[in-house]
T-cell receptor
Framework: QQPVQSPQAVILREGEDAVINCSSSKALYSVHWYRQKHGEAPVFLMILLKGGEQKGHEKISASFNEKKQQSSLYLTASQLSYSGTYFCGTESMDSNYQLIWGAGTKLIIKP | GAVVSQHPSRVICKSGTSVKIECRSLDFQATTMFWYRQFPKQSLMLMATSNEGSKATYEQGVEKDKFLINHASLTLSTLTVTSAHPEDSSFYIC???????????????FGSGTRLTVV
């Protein structure tokens, strides 16, 4: 079952912060986050494993709440280069550890 | 880091012809390669999982005879769209998971994608 991402889209001014959420009805083994720019393939940002963890990547970080079966991606002081569509992907025993993709969150950063 | 090379990046073909898309893992061995299709403004749709030396596993609704997958070596997987029709026009992407270290640190590496247009 596809994880639910929210919001579907968000428009920010450069320098503002954003949070993208990803939730699942399944017990998760891991959550992946990717960014895809128009006309390009997705690029891996980070992976979070069960047990709950937080990770950071430049000004982009994420958390994984295993109990709530949800993950959040935090973008702070957004830059124009952060524009794109963000996808979460989840792995669970139910999916035989196959990555199931969310529908994506489109992020537009304006100068 | 893990790199997957995908060719061609763009192809325009006539209806009824076949098109082959190649994906190579450049600095690691990809025992499993995933093939996706993506329509504009939509998420990735898994078409099939390609395993080296064995038959690919296709997702429900994906025609095996139309989308031929060959994974002949640990570094090369190919997708052939046979008898292409305009409705096959889409963005096709392959991906594999990096290896060589803790799996926890490796996500999926994607090829650059192939934009197929069937006229």
């Amino acid at each position: 079952q596809q994880p639910v991402q929210s919001p579907q889209a968000v428009i920010l001014r450069e320098g503002e912060d954003a949070v993208i959420n990803c939730s699942s009805s399944k017990a998760l083994y891991s959550v992946h986050w990717y960014r895809q720019k128009h006309g390009e393939a997705p690029v891996f940002l980070m992976i979070l494993l069960k047990g709950g963890e937080q990770k950071g990547h430049e000004k982009i970080s994420a958390s994984f709440n295993e109990k709530k079966q949800q993950s959040s991606l935090y973008l702070t002081a957004s830059q124009l280069s952060y524009s794109g569509t963000y996808f979460c992907g989840t792995e669970s025993m139910d999916s035989n550890y196959q990555l199931i993709w969310g529908a994506g969150t489109k992020l537009i950063i304006k100068p | 880091g893990a790199v997957v090379s995908q060719h061609p990046s763009r192809v325009i073909c006539k209806s009824g012809t076949s098109v082959k898309i190649e994906c190579r893992s450049l600095d690691f061995q990809a025992t499993t390669m995933f093939w996706y299709r993506q329509f504009p403004k939509q998420s990735l749709m898994l078409m099939a999982t390609s395993n080296e030396g064995s038959k690919a596993t296709y997702e429900q609704g994906v025609e095996k005879d139309k989308f031929l997958i060959n994974h002949a070596s640990l570094t090369l997987s190919t997708l052939t769209v046979t008898s292409a029709h305009p409705e096959d026009s889409s963005f096709y992407i392959c991906s594999a998971r990096g290896t060589g270290g803790q799996k926890a640190n490796y996500g999926y590496t994607f090829g650059s994608g192939t934009r197929l247009t069937v006229v």
